[in-house]
């Protein structure tokens, strides 16, 4: 006797916007609603019920956003458009603040986690005495005045390939807290101050403890350079504390190369 | 017998931000949370429990956002600065979406609403395939490809001064229905399309009203003139349908002087 063949499944890469603010994070946790559990729910309704799990680029905590997470899911082998899939999932979503912006069938052997080989983020401070209106939620609001031309020079001291312990969250499970940091880039636009990184891959919290650690070099509590001296601790209470998730998104994961090239979503609706 | 001398008074100028989604509106309805209640609750704490009534220059819609509304209140003379004002007022707003951006002493014959002698909105469409993830409640989502060309071309039928009754809520209750239209411009930033729209003074419904028409010219379902014949008519059911309020903001208000000059809001915090 041999056992059935599988049923013949296509892969597909999927590129997702979201609100974190009503979520626990990516990950199912053991209460709250996890953006991949609406996903995977929704998927499930695609494949007759059955579960559909999905491997994710960026394993987002509660509260960060997304205007450019990938995962992928398996799908029963079909005629499918990107369009159409795209479609059925955002109307499967609904009404939740999870959105698939692209969809694209790939390899069988394509994974959105480690076929990436580039993440990157902006963190985005309102910098101003009134609390946010408009954008609560989506900033970290600091009253303070900060200087980003210092924040600038802080940030050059974190660009390269480093041992990033003082910024890694305890829980962080990577094997190694080596990680090569692309880009930080600080800029102001009127009253809010972005923060750009990018690298291949980044430490749990890297982003956040950053960020919180610039901001004190912003508001002038640190100077510049004693950011090289706390990385250089490879101690997290060296650094400066957690910045709040509200002000971080997830923009983009690079590939070598883009599943999405075809760019389905700008197919007319 | 003469009457008691009134208490003296100062007139303050803010200038507000506001997310319009949990709100009826600018106004105090029968039911239901308005901007106007929010704000005069919380000077009516820096009054001692007096009423404080507002005046306002954009009674904005439910729904309609600010990012530059400007409103007036009397409050009993003393030593307040511009800062202390806009920091106890944003305490007493707390939790409501509604901020004091700037405070400043007025004149006691200014007007927020009589003195302004421009507004300027922005309306902003999602142009894309996917309903909103991240800026769901502050954009109106067009899903067919609109073709921001035509559009300008549309809107620059209704630049000037124009009988603007086909493009007026037949609520609306000025006294004249002509109006000068001095900006109505629409620019793509990727998937958004922004509409840019200012005059002296605008009818109920008219920036929404003028949207939803230069939409159908976005989609094809227009030709660009039409907008022109649907002026001439001077007839509501001659234009097009009106846009969502989620994907308006009151941007800004002019005054032959700005009373927010001196920038309270850039005092350190």
Same mark, same amino acid.
């Given at each position: 006797m041999t056992d059935p063949a599988p049923s013949?499944?296509?892969?597909?890469?999927?590129r997702l916007e979201y609100h974190g603010g009503p979520f626990v994070g990516w990950q199912r946790q053991a209460a709250g609603l996890s953006v991949q559990a609406v996903l995977e729910g929704a998927a499930s309704r695609l494949a007759g019920g059955a579960p559909v799990p999905s491997i994710v680029a960026g394993?987002?905590?509660?509260? =960060?956003?997304?205007? @450019?997470?990938?995962?992928h $899911?398996?799908?029963?082998?079909?005629?499918l458009t990107g369009g159409k899939?795209?479609?059925?999932?955002n109307f499967h979503m609904k009404p939740h603040p999870v959105v698939v912006l692209d969809a694209a069938r790939v390899a069988p052997d394509w994974s959105a986690r480690f076929s990436a080989e580039r993440r990157r983020y902006l963190f985005r401070i309102l910098n101003r005495s009134a609390?946010?209106?408009?954008?609560?939620g989506t900033v970290w609001h600091v009253r303070h005045p900060l200087d980003t031309g210092r924040m600038a020079e802080a940030a050059s001291h974190l660009l390269g390939r480093h041992d990033f312990t003082s910024f890694r969250a305890s829980a962080c499970q990577a094997n190694s807290p080596v990680r090569t940091l692309d880009?930080?880039? =600080?800029?102001?636009? @009127?009253?809010?101050?972005? $923060?750009h990184a990018e690298a291949r891959s980044f430490?749990?919290?890297q982003v956040r403890n950053m960020v919180g650690t610039l901001k004190l070099v912003g508001t002038g509590d640190w100077a510049p350079d004693r950011v090289a001296a706390a990385l250089a601790a490879r101690h997290r209470a060296a650094a400066g504390p957690t910045a709040p998730a509200d002000g971080l998104a997830?923009?983009?994961?690079?590939?070598?190369?883009?599943?999405?090239a075809s760019r389905p979503d700008q197919e007319p609706g």
């Open positions: 013949p499944t296509d892969r597909w890469a999927l394993r987002t905590d509660a509260g =960060v956003h997304a205007r @450019g997470q990938v995962a $899911i398996d799908l029963p082998a079909g005629a899939l795209r479609d059925a999932l609390r946010p209106g408009l954008e609560a880009r930080l880039e =600080v800029v102001r636009h @009127g009253e809010i101050v972005e $923060i430490l749990h919290h997830l923009m983009a994961v690079g590939y070598p190369t883009d599943p999405f």
